[in-house]
C-alpha cells in the first residue's frame, strides 16, 4: 500500500470512529477499490451502509470481509444481523451459530470477537512502526497481531512485507509461501511473493508467480510491470 492509500485507510478509520459516514465511506470505498485485501475495510463499509439503510451493499461488504478473512467473527455476527433485517431467518441462524462454533469460549482465555480486536490493534500498531520505517518492531507487533487472529491473511501479508524490508529474506519468502497455500486467490500476496524472490535472485521463481497472476487476472498491471522489469518483454500490456 503506497502512502497516500495509507492515509486514506487512516483517515477512513478515524472518520469511522467519530461516526463521520459519509466521510468514511469516501475514503473506505478508495481502499477498498485499489487494495481489496482488507476484512477490516468491507467490515466497515457494511456496517456504514447498514446504517444508511442499504442493506444489500452491506450484505456484499460484510460477505467480502468473510471471504478475505473466514475467520473474521465480527464480520459474521453482523452479516447474520443482515440476514435477519432481509428476513432470510435460517441463514442468519446459520452463519450465527457457525460464529460461534469457531470461537468456543474457553475459561481464561480471550473469545473469537475479542482476539480479532486486540489483532487487529496490534496490527494498526505495527503500521504506525512501518511508516516510520522501524521494520523489528513492526515484525514484532504483525507477530502479535497473528497470534490473536492466525487466519488474518491481511495481516499476514503486512508480516511478509516487514521482512522483507528488515532485509529478512528468508522469513519473508516463509510468510509469502504461508499465504500461497492459505489464501492462493490473494493476488496482492502473489504479487508481493514475487517481488521477495525477485530480491532474493529468484528471478525465474519471481517470474512464474507474476505471470501466474497474470494466467488469472490477464489485466493485473502490477504483474505486467514487474514482468516487464525483469525479463524486457511486453507483459502482456502497453
Excluded at 477499490?33 to 466497515?44: G, I, S
Excluded at 528471478?203 to 501466474?212: G, I, S
Aim: aromatic fraction near 10%.
Amino acid at each position: 500500500m503506497d502512502e497516500v492509500l495509507r492515509q486514506r485507510l487512516t483517515l477512513g478509520r478515524s472518520c469511522f470512529e467519530k461516526k463521520q459516514y459519509a466521510d468514511a465511506e469516501r475514503y473506505l470505498s478508495e481502499v477498498a477499490q485499489k487494495a481489496p485485501q482488507y476484512a477490516d475495510v468491507f467490515n466497515m463499509l457494511g456496517l456504514i451502509f447498514h446504517e444508511q439503510g442499504q442493506f444489500a451493499r452491506s450484505q456484499r461488504a460484510f460477505e467480502q470481509a468473510l471471504s478475505i478473512n473466514p475467520g473474521y467473527t465480527e464480520a459474521a455476527l453482523n452479516l447474520a444481523v443482515i440476514y435477519n433485517d432481509l428476513g432470510r431467518y435460517e441463514e442468519a441462524r446459520a452463519v450465527y451459530q457457525s460464529a460461534l462454533e469457531r470461537n468456543p469460549r474457553v475459561e481464561g482465555e480471550l473469545d473469537g470477537f475479542v482476539r480479532g480486536k486486540v489483532a487487529n490493534l496490534y496490527a494498526d500498531l505495527g503500521d504506525v512502526f512501518a511508516q516510520s520505517g522501524l521494520w523489528d518492531r513492526a515484525r514484532e507487533e504483525y507477530r502479535r497481531a497473528l497470534e490473536q487472529g492466525p487466519t488474518f491473511v491481511d495481516i499476514r501479508l503486512k508480516l511478509a512485507n516487514a521482512c522483507r524490508e528488515a532485509g529478512d529474506l528468508e522469513a519473508a519468502e516463509a510468510e509469502f509461501a504461508r499465504l500461497a497455500e492459505e489464501a492462493p486467490e490473494f493476488i496482492e500476496a502473489q504479487i508481493q511473493r514475487g517481488v521477495t524472490l525477485a530480491a532474493s535472485g529468484k528471478r525465474d521463481a519471481a517470474r512464474a508467480v507474476w505471470e501466474d497472476v497474470l494466467a488469472r487476472r490477464p489485466d493485473h498491471r502490477g504483474a505486467q510491470m514487474y514482468l516487464r522489469l525483469t525479463t524486457g518483454a511486453p507483459g502482456g500490456g502497453p
